[in-house]
């Protein structure tokens, strides 16, 4: 199995220009997540979704912050326009069900590091 | 906010030492999730424990839960270099009407040769 495959792995943009962000959750995992990690916040849920439909979003810091589904094996999530404030590492996490309260753990990507200049 | 905050931030041991990592939670939990992340990586699950267990084992790993306290520690005895990684607690919290994962800040554990 490939694992939850994050790309790119690295990125390196200006201020102001758009950045997205892609996944791939592990084939059969029906839910996704957003993640992003700093050293101030720690590891910080975004978004979430369950069967390509986004359940909750309250996470994204802003309205520059959008996240898509389009299928079950494809997520972007896209900072528009970027600030250096979101320089930050990225990660997508799947898992089978949404159910952690009966014990679903998770699978995180690599991760991407973003460096908004 | 944070649900789980480990303690302490940072740990420095040699290698053949134990090392244990204490977390602590403020609201009532299904499950406790340990993960590790190595520098670089994404975090890996390494042990759950459910709230009706208080103490659970995987190889060198041992996990305590005690919800009177709301706490939990991670044991990982007779450490190897390849242990230095962050390590982190992670307990169910209700958002939205399902269950998500809410991590803590992580504990660096440093393994010496």
């Known amino acids: 199995d490939a694992g939850v495959i994050q790309s790119p792995r690295h990125e390196v943009t200006e201020m102001g220009q758009e950045v997205t962000l892609r996944c791939k959750p592990i084939?059969?995992?029906?839910?996704l997540f957003w993640y992003r990690q700093t050293m101030m916040r720690g590891l910080e849920l975004l978004i979430y979704?369950?069967?390509?439909?986004?359940?909750?979003d309250s996470g994204m810091p802003e309205d520059r912050f959008s996240a898509k589904m389009p299928n079950a094996s494809f997520s972007t999530l896209k900072i528009q326009p970027s600030e250096p404030r979101d320089s930050a590492v990225y990660f997508c996490?799947?898992?089978?069900?949404?159910?952690?309260?009966?014990?679903?753990?998770?699978?995180f990507g690599p991760g991407t590091r973003l460096l908004v200049l | 906010s944070q649900q789980g905050e480990e303690d302490p931030q940072a740990l420095s041991i040699q290698e053949g030492e134990n090392a244990t990592m204490n977390c602590s939670y403020k609201t009532s939990i299904n499950n406790l999730q340990w993960y590790r992340q190595n520098s670089g990586r994404g975090l890996v699950h390494l042990i759950l424990?459910?709230?009706?267990?208080r103490e659970k084992h995987s190889g060198r790993l041992r996990v305590t839960l005690d919800t009177s306290k709301k706490s939990s520690s991670l044991l990982i005895t007779a450490s190897r270099a390849a242990d230095t990684a962050s390590y982190f607690c992670?307990?169910?919290?209700?958002?939205?009407?399902?269950?998500?994962?809410?991590f803590g800040k992580g504990t660096m554990l440093l393994v010496s040769p």
């Open positions: 979704f369950n069967n390509n439909v986004p359940i909750d």
């Open positions: 992670a307990t169910d919290a209700l958002n939205s009407g399902y269950s998500t994962l809410t």
């Open positions: 424990i459910r709230s009706n267990e």
């Open positions: 996490a799947s898992s089978i069900r949404l159910a952690v309260a009966k014990g679903e753990t998770q699978y």
């Open positions: 084939s059969g995992h029906n839910s």
